[in-house]
DNA sequence: TAACCGATTAGCT
DNA sequence: GCTAATCGGTTAA
């Protein structure tokens, strides 16, 4: 598939989230190409968003094109974009990185691990790129976040999402192709 | 009580 | 080498 010029973050979240696959996200310049996304609708069991606004899920049905954090587990935190306005609320979690800029920086906030480990899950990818409730909100195409497309063809892969025990029969996972950096093969 | 998880440990092959 | 189990704070149904 070609990728489109830009990220369209109104379009459904299924299709945000492929296209996200082979982008690459920087926080202050720290980051890589993303290799795993989920997507969660807004008639999603398995989305925070299915029974309504909360104070934690509020930035959810705002405008797309914002990042909204959780904590997970009370111990994570999981970065996702923002897709859908208008009342709904859905959204594009970002599971894993292929680290590309600020290895060093990324290192240091993980401890000694290897590189493959540095974004391999939705927490990793937080504690490497230094995201917290702080960057709740923001737009992820304007400063400190840099979103660019791919340029060459992306070969995706799609699964069962991880973690969830609702609607675990959507695939709803994206990956891309090959990709060591994956939080989990795909079958 | 269950959840969009990660580090560690214990037990396997 | 691998998988299964366990624990750790917070949020919300």
Same mark, same amino acid.
């Given at each position: 598939?070609?990728?489109?010029?830009?990220?369209?973050?109104?379009?459904?979240?299924?299709?945000?989230?492929?296209?996200?696959?082979?982008?690459?996200?920087?926080?202050? +310049? /720290?980051?890589? &190409?993303?290799? %795993?996304?989920? $997507?969660?609708?807004?008639?999603?069991? =398995?989305?925070?968003?299915?029974?309504?606004?909360?104070?934690?899920?509020?930035?959810?049905?705002?405008?797309?094109?914002?990042?909204?954090?959780?904590?997970?587990?009370?111990?994570?935190?999981?970065?996702?974009?923002?897709?859908?306005?208008?009342?709904?609320?859905? +959204? /594009?979690?970002? &599971?894993?990185? %292929?680290?590309? $800029?600020?290895?060093?920086?990324?290192? =240091?906030?993980?401890?000694?691990?290897?590189?493959?480990?540095?974004?391999?899950?939705?927490?990793?990818?937080?504690?490497?790129?230094?995201?917290?409730?702080?960057?709740?909100?923001?737009?992820?195409?304007?400063?400190?976040?840099?979103?660019?497309?791919?340029?060459?063809?992306?070969?995706?892969?799609?699964?069962?999402?991880?973690?969830?025990?609702?609607?675990?029969?959507?695939?709803?996972?994206?990956?891309?192709?090959?990709?060591?950096?994956?939080?989990?093969?795909?079958?």
């Amino acid at each position: 598939m070609t990728p489109p010029a830009f990220i369209d973050f109104s379009a459904p979240s299924v299709e945000v989230a492929q296209a996200l696959i082979g982008s690459t996200l920087l926080v202050d +310049g /720290v980051g890589g &190409r993303i290799v %795993e996304t989920e $997507a969660y609708d807004h008639d999603d069991p =398995a989305s925070h968003t299915f029974s309504g606004p909360t104070k934690r899920n509020e930035v959810m049905f705002g405008p797309p094109g914002r990042a909204y954090i959780y904590r997970s587990y009370g111990i994570h935190w999981c970065l996702n974009f923002v897709c859908q306005a208008e009342g709904h609320g859905a +959204g /594009v979690l970002i &599971r894993a990185i %292929e680290p590309v $800029a600020g290895l060093e920086i990324m290192r =240091a906030r993980r401890g000694l691990h290897e590189e493959r480990l540095l974004c391999a899950g939705p927490g990793r990818v937080c504690q490497a790129l230094g995201i917290t409730n702080a960057h709740s909100g923001m737009r992820v195409d304007t400063h400190p976040f840099q979103l660019s497309v791919p340029e060459g063809r992306i070969r995706t892969l799609a699964g069962p999402r991880i973690g969830i025990t609702k609607a675990t029969d959507v695939p709803w996972r994206f990956g891309l192709s090959g990709s060591p950096f994956l939080s989990r093969p795909f079958r």
